[in-house]
C-alpha cells in the first residue's frame, strides 16, 4: 500500500510539472504588444482604435496580448517612446511625413478618416456668430485653437487660418472659455465623449463641418516589422469578414447620425502633410468615410 501510495505521490507531482512547464511554454508563446494609457483619465479619444488593434491581433494568427503602458503619455511623448523602442510597441498616430520617416506606418487609416471630418466646439450661447460661416475666406477670420505638436495645426496654418496653440490637452478647453479663441475643430470621433464632459460651458457649432483628408494610422517601431505585418494582415481580414465595419459603425455610427453633416456647409482644406504613397482617398476609397458616398447607415 506504501509503494502504490509512493507511486501515486510522484505521478501526481510529475504530472504537475509537466502542466506547469506546458503552461509556461503557452505564456511564452504569447507576445505582449504594450500600447499608450490615456493621456488624462477622463480621455476616451483611444477607446476604438484600442479595440480596432485588439480586433486585428485577434486575426492575424499570431497569439497576443495587449497591456497598457505604466505612464500616460501625449503625442509627441508616443513618437518618442515607439522610435526608441522603450515603452510601448504600436500606437494609433496621426500622420504625418515627419512621423512616418521615423516610424513604421501601417497605412489603413484606423478612424477611416474621420480625423479629417471637424466640427467646432464653441462656447455655449455662441450659435449665432457661425450661422453666416460659408467659406475659407470667412473661417480664416476666426481665431481657432488646436495642440501644439498636432499635424491639424499646420494643415490649418497652411490653409491661412489663424490656429492658437496650446501645449497640453485640457488646457485648450479652458482657453476656448477663456476666449483665447473662438473655435475648437474636433473630429467626429472625439467631439461627442468631449461635450458629455463639458456640456455646461460648450456646445458643437451646428452650421459648418471642415474636411480634409487625414487620419491616424497604427505605428510601431522601424524594426518591428513582423508586427506590422501582422497588424496589417488582421486589418484586411478585418474587412474581409466586415468585423471592421461592425465596430466602425457601432462606436461611430450613432455619433455621424447626431452630427447631421447633410445639413452643413462642407469647408474642403488642403492636406500639405499627404505624404507620397500613402492609401489616398483616390487610391482605395473603401478605406475613407465620406457623407457623400458612404452614410451612416440607419438604424
Not at 505582449?32 to 486575426?59: C, F, G, K, N, T
Not at 522603450?86 to 512621423?99: G, K, L, N, Q, T
Amino acid at each position: 500500500m506504501q509503494q502504490q501510495e509512493f507511486f501515486m505521490t510522484v505521478l501526481a507531482r510529475f504530472c504537475a510539472a509537466l502542466w506547469f512547464a506546458a503552461a509556461v511554454q503557452a505564456a511564452a508563446a504569447v507576445e505582449v504588444v504594450r500600447i499608450p494609457r490615456p493621456e488624462v483619465r477622463e480621455d476616451r479619444r483611444s477607446v476604438y482604435a484600442d479595440q480596432l488593434l485588439a480586433l486585428a491581433l485577434a486575426r492575424c494568427g499570431t497569439e497576443y496580448r495587449i497591456e497598457h503602458a505604466g505612464v500616460t503619455m501625449n503625442q509627441e511623448r508616443q513618437v518618442l517612446e515607439l522610435e526608441a523602442g522603450r515603452m510601448i510597441d504600436v500606437a494609433p498616430i496621426p500622420a504625418s511625413p515627419e512621423r512616418e520617416a521615423r516610424l513604421l506606418a501601417i497605412r489603413i487609416p484606423v478612424n477611416r478618416g474621420m480625423l479629417g471630418w471637424r466640427v467646432g466646439l464653441i462656447r455655449r450661447g455662441d450659435q449665432a456668430r457661425f450661422a453666416s460661416l460659408n467659406s475659407l475666406q470667412q473661417l480664416q477670420q476666426l481665431r481657432v485653437g488646436q495642440g501644439q505638436s498636432w499635424p491639424d495645426t499646420e494643415i490649418l496654418r497652411a490653409n491661412g487660418i489663424p490656429v492658437v496653440a496650446g501645449s497640453a490637452y485640457l488646457a485648450l478647453f479652458n482657453m476656448l472659455q477663456g476666449e483665447r479663441f473662438d473655435y475648437f475643430p474636433r473630429g467626429l470621433t472625439e467631439v461627442w465623449d468631449e461635450l458629455e464632459e463639458r456640456s455646461d460651458r460648450f456646445e458643437v457649432e451646428s452650421h459648418v463641418v471642415l474636411h480634409y483628408p487625414y487620419d491616424a494610422y497604427f505605428m510601431v517601431n522601424r524594426k518591428a516589422t513582423k508586427l506590422a505585418a501582422d497588424i496589417e494582415r488582421g486589418l484586411n481580414q478585418a474587412m474581409a469578414d466586415g468585423s471592421f465595419d461592425k465596430l466602425f459603425e457601432r462606436y461611430f455610427g450613432e455619433r455621424l447620425r447626431r452630427a447631421r453633416l447633410h445639413e452643413r456647409v462642407v469647408i474642403d482644406l488642403t492636406n500639405p502633410l499627404l505624404t507620397p504613397g500613402t492609401a489616398t482617398p483616390a487610391e482605395r476609397p473603401e478605406l475613407w468615410y465620406d457623407f457623400r458616398r458612404w452614410p451612416a447607415k440607419a438604424k
